[in-house]
């Protein structure tokens, strides 16, 4: 089915056509219904207007906001998330009051400007535009000022549900679909920082999160402890779903590891065990290579090199993705797919959606050529949720895989050098995985 939109202001045409495509994209639409911009308002299915003919009777009308594809900067600070009553779940609204709760859809007109509330969620306008002086040690919009954190509902694909919503206002059944998931690996260490110093900090830490002081000394200070190679962990079942590891492969940033003289051969070995394994080899580049295109092409040039292929997934180190300097990186250097955009402190949708999607070319205005693939749930930003609460772990994982389990996609990260620290807390990733496969 084509649904012809017709769109008021022309200058909203390109922000407009970024969000229909990412609809009649989105796999909950699974291409039932296509919308199509018509330049004729008399042959229109919608109409994108701030004000109505009397004409348009038999035109569904979605009301112009006309915020964040205005000129002016929104600051989120200003913004409030409004709750509008839709079926099969109710929807959130991002706008510049607080309206209380309304119904979604009154058979003739939206509520709200659903275009505008979608683009800002996955253009990641909020943090395109937060001031460069109020970042985080990431260099980031702090997690706790971006509006879903603010308001508790990055567990909720609010996005994917949204367009669940809007299919179903125009006359499609809700979408019961299973969630997919994903599995990837950030290989951030190949070893154990050296020296003394560095074996006593982990040692304390050990201790810090509830492991007993000899098996803290043992994990930490035995030397069949210090290795990180082991790579027995890896997927081997035979359920189709995607599967990465991310190499990191250099860097001189406090955040980086420690660069090993022997890394080349085991970074090859390791990288043909995962390749053995269905695994398929990203790139994992260093913090600076974020704002670097010098250094990133270094790196992935390194790491194609190592294991003989082309290197076209990355995800950023620390998340770091810079939305003025690092998509035109990926661009650049033949990147076709990034998964930066998850949280570091929590587990969740930072963009509003699981599924794959276009990223927004802030200076073109349009679509890129780079997809995401939004990490929802990582084992660093779950501990960080629980802090010493081991025992919450596991049941707070479970509780968010469960709460999500139908009409979206989880992407899941687990980083090799915590796979046999978290066990002295009680936490073993092993059984987590197990878990979700019996979903």
């Known amino acids: 089915m084509v649904a012809k939109i017709w769109i008021e202001k022309e200058k909203h045409n390109l922000y407009c056509s970024y969000v229909l495509d990412f609809i009649n994209n989105h796999p909950i639409n699974g291409g039932r219904l296509f919308f199509d911009i018509t330049e004729d308002r008399n042959k229109a299915d919608l109409s994108y207007a701030q004000s109505t003919r009397l004409d348009d009777q038999e035109i569904i009308q979605i009301p112009v906001q006309n915020l964040f594809f205005g000129s002016l900067k929104v600051n989120n600070r200003e913004l409030s998330i409004n709750t509008y009553h839709a ?217 194609e090199k190592l294991i003989r292929q082309k290197i076209e997934l990355s995800r950023q180190h620390y998340l770091h993705f810079d939305f003025e300097k690092t998509l035109d990186i990926l661009e650049q250097n033949g990147i076709q797919e990034d998964s930066s955009l998850g949280y570091n402190e929590h587990v969740g949708f930072r963009c509003g959606t699981g599924f794959n999607y276009f990223l927004f070319n802030w200076k073109l205005k349009a679509k890129s050529t780079v997809k995401e693939q939004p990490l929802i749930w990582m084992d660093s930003a779950q501990r960080y949720e629980v802090g010493k609460q081991s025992s919450l772990f596991y049941l707070k994982a479970i509780k968010f895989f469960e709460s999500n389990k139908i009409g979206t996609q989880l992407n899941i990260n687990i980083h090799n050098h915590y796979w046999t620290d978290y066990k002295l807390y009680g936490i073993d990733l092993s059984q987590y995985l197990k878990e979700i496969k019996r979903k």
């Open 87 to 303: 079926k099969p779940k109710n929807v959130f609204a991002i706008e510049g009051g607080n309206r209380g709760i309304n119904d979604f859809f009154d058979g003739k007109m939206f509520a709200f400007d659903w275009l505008e509330t979608i683009f800002f969620h996955i253009s990641r306008y909020e943090e395109f535009h937060f001031d460069p002086t109020l970042r985080n040690q990431w260099e980031m919009m702090p997690e706790k000022d971006q509006i879903l954190v603010k308001h508790k509902l990055h567990h909720t694909p609010v996005v994917d549900e949204l367009v669940n919503a809007i299919l179903v206002a125009l006359g499609h059944p809700s979408s019961v679909v299973k969630s997919n998931w994903s599995l990837s690996h950030d290989i951030d260490y190949l070893s154990r920082k050296k020296g003394f110093q560095n074996k006593f900090r982990q040692f304390l830490s050990f201790v810090k999160y509830g492991s007993s002081i000899k098996s803290a000394f043992k994990h930490a200070f035995t030397k069949e402890q210090q290795d990180y190679h082991d790579f027995s962990f890896l997927e081997t079942g035979d359920i189709p779903i995607a599967k990465r590891i991310y190499f990191h492969v250099g860097g001189d940033h406090v955040f980086d590891p420690e660069k090993m003289d022997e890394r080349q051969e085991l970074i090859q070995k390791l990288a043909s065990e995962a390749l053995s394994k269905g695994y398929e080899i990203g790139l994992h580049p260093s913090y600076l290579a974020a704002e670097d295109p010098v250094l990133f092409l270094k790196e992935k040039s390194f790491l």
